[in-house]
């Protein structure tokens, strides 16, 4: 069985995430990524509607605040220095906004 994060409890270090923790995690959310930062890793999912909601609405009074919920709010496992500390958590919030998938959407008026 798979201990989720939810950011409570004991966080899982990216060395103790196994492969089936993996597709666990993918066959809940559909999509696993993981996060690299010089020797430091992490595992996130997409984020959802309400996460996506909470983080746009910080990220009018704080542009890094926007990257920082999503990050915290879609861990899943990993070395939390990525979260902490000012040097990972920066450029893992560079990228963070490409978790965020759009299908093509149309719009057709009849």
Same mark, same amino acid.
């Given at each position: 069985?798979?201990?989720q994060?939810?950011?409570?409890?004991k966080?899982?270090?990216?060395s103790?995430?196994?492969?089936?923790?993996?597709?666990?995690?993918?066959a809940?959310y559909?999509?696993?990524?993981?996060?690299?930062v010089?020797?430091?890793?992490a595992y996130?999912?997409?984020?959802?509607?309400?996460?996506?909601?909470?983080?746009?609405?910080?990220?009018?009074?704080? !542009?890094l605040k926007f990257?920082? =919920? /999503?990050?915290?709010?879609?861990?899943?496992?990993g070395? *939390?220095e990525?979260?902490?500390k000012d040097s990972?958590?920066l450029?893992a !919030?560079?990228?963070m906004?490409? =978790? /965020?998938?759009?299908?093509?959407?149309?719009?057709?008026k *009849?």
């Amino acid at each position: 069985m798979v201990k989720q994060n939810n950011n409570i409890g004991k966080n899982i270090e990216a060395s103790e995430v196994t492969q089936d923790m993996i597709d666990t995690w993918k066959a809940q959310y559909e999509e696993v990524h993981k996060l690299t930062v010089d020797d430091k890793v992490a595992y996130v999912r997409n984020p959802d509607r309400k996460t996506l909601s909470y983080a746009s609405l910080a990220m009018g009074k704080d !542009n890094l605040k926007f990257g920082e =919920i /999503i990050l915290k709010k879609c861990w899943l496992a990993g070395d *939390l220095e990525i979260q902490h500390k000012d040097s990972y958590f920066l450029s893992a !919030n560079a990228i963070m906004e490409g =978790i /965020i998938k759009q299908r093509e959407a149309k719009l057709e008026k *009849l």
